[in-house]
């Protein structure tokens, strides 16, 4: 039997190069530590930036919710799955993002994967940022269509490719990028995004999967108030749960729920889920001093790391990479921080390109002083 060689052929590539992965189970412990191999460490991996995913309050509604719904949505939204507790959250987060439509889907994953090649035809130019998340390259992958990158949060080269391309023929145009990017921890300039698609008559996407619950009015992200298409966010990262959004006007609201696959064909979140929503958008406005405490944290621990000698690139946010260029030299770190009780993400390529390997620092506000003082001291030696 070979039909399986090309699966020995990869892990054994895999292991060679040091890129074979294995799933690693973690319990949580209270605090933003967890249990790793029966020891328990401080985590600075997870995306609970605000520490919401053991928040009395989401727990509580999602018990709530469920003895009153059911533990399961039963169907798709179109068919009977659309329970009023779906309509009340996205009545509430279109609010609180000062926009007419949201649409909640099952995740963000799901989201960008289906929005797109919902907006796009075979004859639209996609532009993406040259570090868009992967759910993102492969929306864009799924709508056949023309794709231009541009490097970096370079708006400039986004500029000079808009202006290259407005003669050639495509149906439409869609600018998508994030607010926050996940390996950098750097932030886009939404002010001037959203003047080049006024002035190029361009779909802008911005995903702010990192920035929701952090950035922002009311910690509702960076595109809250601003005039952008579609704003796609998620529930699993700061706001402690799982799912996602959409916010975007009425009319586009109508459209996805007609012609978005990624929407139409799968079950609705079961009714636990969407208590956990519920609460965290409740309790989301209210988290100024967590957001503070969040920002004042990773302000520190750039400043300190920077003093080390630590380059953190281009990081503004509560993402801190700390670049460290070869794999050894990040793998030996990684091995020092585990010792020292510290779950921390050691990114090499191919996920980053060769000599950009590095350490990938993920704040929360549930992080306290000493935990940070004991991280910045494995790197301090
Ligand atoms: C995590 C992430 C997603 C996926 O969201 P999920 O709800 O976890 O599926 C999408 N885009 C970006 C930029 C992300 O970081």
Known sequence: ???FDFIDRELK???IEHQHRR???VTPLPGARVEVNGRAMVDFCSNDYLGLSKHPSLQARAIQFSEKYGSGSTASRLICGSLDCFEAVERKLAESKGVEGALIFNSGFQANVSVIPALADRKSTIFSDALNHNSIIQGITLARCT???FRHNDLDHLQSLLEKN???GASRSLIVTES???MDGDQTDIDRLTALAEAHDAILIVD???ATGVLGENGMGLTAGKNVDVTVGTFGKALGSFGAYIACSGKIKDYLVNCCSGFIYTTALPPAVLGTIDAALDLVPQLTDARKRLHENATFLRDRLSKLGYDTGPSTTQIIPVLLGDEASTLAMARKLEEAGIFATAIRPPTVPPGESRIRLALSAAHTRPQIEALLRVFGE
């Open 147 to 149: 794709k231009k990158i």
């Open 13 to 15: 590539r895999r292991r």
């Open 180 to 182: 926050v990017f996940s």
């Open 208 to 210: 702010e999967a990192h």
């Open 166 to 168: 407005a003669e050639n």
């Open 23 to 25: 799933l690693q189970g």
């Open 1 to 3: 039997m070979r039909k």
